[in-house]
């Protein structure tokens, strides 16, 4: 079982819809949870990042942490065509431990 | 700031042939981490460093290697090009774990 498994999509959906992109995990000592978004050609940027459970909330963007069932989301409000694009998930067990990133989900926002 | 900055932004190396790709920050971070994406495949951590003199191994780093002389820079040496060293190659520097910033990445071809 991978450590970190996305479901790569594609995923496509009409501008304004909200979008539910999700990762599960197995490694239980997984802390920190983050969000990055990868524009074509481009590097990933950091989009949203919590730590432990709970949700967290950034304009239109909503993170969610389920520990109890391994499994995180990303929530997109009033999606747009600029939210096209790859969006990785990625966490890690501690402050010093590196980031395990899923292999990402990528999205097309259609006008 | 320029952020992180990588060169070359492409290149085609012949089997057998090394090169460096170069990776320099200008917001002094400690940590820097070199990874690999390829096609549906995510992320790779090959090395990282937690600061000038300190390098340590990631998930992939066999034909990689790397220095940290400066805060500054953190160079990738790729000796005895293979074709499966063909991949997109990123930058990346951090003051946390966590909140890592990306270079615009080198894409590699090694035939």
């Not at chain 2, 002389?69 to 930058?91: G, K």
Request: net charge neutral; charged share 20%; glycine share 8%.
């Amino acid at each position: 079982q991978k450590e970190v498994e996305q479901d790569p999509g594609p995923l496509s959906v009409p501008e304004g819809a909200i979008v539910s992109l999700n990762c599960t995990y197995s490694n239980s000592a997984f802390q920190y949870f983050m969000w990055y978004r990868q524009y074509s050609r481009k590097g990933p940027e950091l989009l949203m990042y919590t730590y432990s459970s709970g949700n967290k909330e950034d304009g239109r963007f909503t993170a969610q942490v389920d520990k109890s069932s391994k499994y995180i989301s990303l929530f997109i409000r009033d999606s747009q065509p600029s939210d096209s694009a790859t969006y990785l998930c990625a966490m890690s067990e501690s402050g010093n431990t590196p980031l395990v990133f899923g292999k990402g989900t990528r999205l097309s926002v259609i006008a | 700031n320029a952020g992180v900055t990588q060169t070359p932004k492409f290149r085609i190396l012949k089997i057998g042939q090394s090169m460096t790709l170069q990776c320099t920050q200008d917001m002094n971070h400690n940590y820097m981490y070199w990874y690999r994406q390829d096609p549906g495949m995510g992320l790779k951590l090959i090395y990282y460093s937690v600061g000038a003199g300190i390098t340590d191994k990631g998930e992939v780093p066999n034909g990689y290697n790397v220095s940290r002389s400066t805060t500054e820079d953190f160079p990738l040496r790729l000796e005895l090009a293979a074709p499966s060293q063909t991949s997109v190659y990123f930058c990346a520097s951090s003051y946390s774990r966590h909140e890592q910033y990306f270079g615009p990445g080198t894409r590699l071809t090694v035939t």
